[in-house]
């Protein structure tokens, strides 16, 4: 109990700090609701079709077919994302599908309070499309995820291909989690421009403190 207690502890100090540390995080769009009430800490405990997103070794924790869908617009602004999940055997698939797009938009620059010219930024779409495994090995649970991603800029296109790793372990109370982009999403524009997206390494510890309550610990 006294162990416990100090972990929970812990686990809420760094909690805190994390926030102050993790700038740009309210930038990102966080599919699944309970995620982004937890500021994105996921890794150890995503328990929706999502889970192909936050950490593809969660996949394995779907007893059932699940689906979640996630439909956002404002203004020129449309985000779409949906993820299926669904046990096959003693493993378990899932295929998920992000979309954002942002139609032109009206842009205009001002000098001592006066507009001094009018301009149009430039659309763009983004699509991402996943597709996972998951099974048990030994009490460990892990996964991988594969992923395309498709990118339009104006008249410009990028395309890209890129894998994802997992690893989950239960312990009593207390769960581990971890995420690897063992592959980075490397894309080639039209233009013959050639960009590497920002891989990720996440490891997060989860702790159930009662039957309804859950912290977690994430590490980007």
């Known amino acids: 109990m006294k162990y416990k207690l100090i972990s929970i502890i812990l686990l809420l100090g760094l909690s805190i700090c994390s926030e102050f540390v993790n700038n ?22 995503a ?10 070794a969660l996949l394995h924790n779907q007893h059932n077919a699940q ?8 203004g020129q602004l449309n985000y779409l994302s949906m993820a299926y999940a669904f046990p096959l055997a003693n493993n378990t698939f899932g295929i998920s599908v992000y979309y954002l797009a942002s139609g032109a938009i009206e842009e205009t620059i001002y000098q001592s309070g006066r507009p001094l010219q009018i301009g149009t930024m430039p659309g763009l779409t983004y ?13 460990f649970q892990i996964g991988i995820t594969e992923k395309i ?28 989690g971890a ?19 920002q891989g990720h390494t996440r490891a997060g510890v989860g702790c159930q403190i009662v039957q309804d309550l859950i912290m977690e610990l994430d590490m980007n």
């Open 47 to 56: 328990s929706s079709a999502y889970a192909i997103y936050w950490n593809p």
């Open 24 to 45: 740009g995080s309210w930038l990102e769009i966080i599919p699944d609701s309970r995620a982004a009430a937890m500021g994105g800490a996921n890794t150890a405990i």
């Open 127 to 139: 699509l991402l499309v996943s597709v996972g495994f998951s099974t048990n090995l030994s009490g």
């Open 67 to 74: 689906v979640s869908f996630i439909d956002l617009r404002e």
């Open 149 to 176: 991603l498709s990118q339009t800029l104006a008249n410009e296109r990028s395309t890209g291909i890129g894998v994802d790793a997992g690893i989950f372990y239960p312990m009593d109370s207390i769960v581990l």
């Open 179 to 197: 995420s690897h982009a063992i592959i980075p999403i490397r894309t080639k524009w039209t233009t013959e421009t050639k960009e590497t997206l």
